[in-house]
């Protein structure tokens, strides 16, 4: 699963972007509320919990105390001193999960999805038999999404979700489904995935995986690259569980890497080859997956040349 521990004080990271970023973030929960937020039902008292405890995690913990210049605490609210709004620390129950999920992308270069756990291991598991507990996502706040609609994604089993990810099944399922439900609440993870995008936007909410393998799309060359639209996309997530409502919150950062920039600062030979590396390792069809077929040879071909 290629995943390490997490110094929890390095949940979630600010860079120079963080600015620039809200601004963009708060333009899409306005464009596309539907779609930025996801919640399968707000009347359960189990998803509001949740939810709430993320938001009071964070706003009430979390980042005035991690970041006080940028968070300032003042008896129940929390300044944020780079837009100048005021959010309160704590949520009371009548506060709607959506609203709780509206602010969260306002104030954090993050996307954030809340994964509970089915209650259908709970008789085996009287049985004797083995915990079968899978999780379910109730609800997300996404706006830089990278070629997948979260909204389809909601109400779906963690395999479900990655039917379209070549291997998983095979590979990952169970090792992940036991992940899941042995995580303790203090314990934080992370890894990290990286892809190569043409013709995207941070805000990628489309369906991407179906287009390389169904071979509907057509092979760059050098020159059909667009530099200023072609950058390395890697995503920094991490994992763990609320204590209280035993939610697990899978959360990502993006980071968007000009494709020039990583050349001129000599990495392309690292990233060609890294490239290269996707065609040969265990599951193959992953350079399908990402779209390989379109950009790799264009790009690989800019990078060493
Ligand atoms: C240890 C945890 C996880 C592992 C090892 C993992 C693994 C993967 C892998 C290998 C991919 C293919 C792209 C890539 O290289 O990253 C992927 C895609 C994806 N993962 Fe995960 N994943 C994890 C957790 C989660 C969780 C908790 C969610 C919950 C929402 C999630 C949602 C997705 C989605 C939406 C995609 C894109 C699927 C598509 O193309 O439709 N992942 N994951």
């Known amino acids: ?69 940028i968070f300032e605490s003042k008896d129940s609210s929390v300044r944020n001193t780079v837009t100048g709004e005021s959010w309160p620390t704590s949520l009371t129950d009548a506060t709607t999960a959506r609203r709780a999920l509206e602010i969260l992308p306002v104030n954090v270069d993050e996307d954030f999805f809340i994964l509970l756990p ?13 915990d079968e507990t899978t999780y379910i996502l109730e609800a997300y706040s996404a706006c830089f999404p990278s ?45 990290v995935n990286w892809a190569v995008t043409v013709d995207e936007e941070l805000y990628s909410n489309f369906d991407k995986s179906g287009n390389a393998m169904t071979e509907e799309c057509k092979q ?13 996309r890697c995503e920094r997530q991490t994992l763990h569980r609320l204590p209280q409502s035993n939610a697990i919150v899978f959360a990502f950062h993006t980071y968007l890497y000009p494709l020039e920039q990583v050349k001129a600062e000599g990495l392309g030979e690292e990233l060609a080859t890294a490239i290269d590396g996707l065609t040969r390792g265990n599951t193959p069809d992953i350079f399908l997956y ?11 071909q800019y990078l060493r040349s």
């Open 220 to 232: 760059l060359g050098i020159d059909d690259l667009d530099l200023n639209k072609t950058f390395l």
């Open 290 to 300: 990402k779209n390989g077929p379109k950009w790799a040879e264009a790009v690989k």
């Open 118 to 130: 089915d209650n259908q291991g709970d008789n085996k598991r009287l049985a004797g038999d083995e």
């Open 147 to 191: 070629g997948f609609e979260p909204q389809h994604k909601l109400g779906k089993r963690l395999a479900s979700i990655h039917d379209p990810v070549p291997g998983y099944k095979e590979r990952l399922e169970k090792s992940m489904d036991r992940f899941f439900r042995t995580l303790p609440p203090g314990k934080y993870v992370r890894r």
């Open 1 to 69: 699963m290629a995943i390490e521990t997490l110094d929890p004080h390095d949940l979630i990271l600010f860079d120079k972007t963080y600015r620039e970023r809200l601004d963009i973030r708060k333009n899409l929960v306005k464009e596309h509320p539907q779609k930025i937020i996801g919640i399968t039902n707000a009347a359960d008292p189990r998803v509001g919990a949740a939810v709430r405890e993320l938001y009071q995690s964070l706003m009430g913990n979390y980042l005035p105390q991690r970041y006080p210049t």
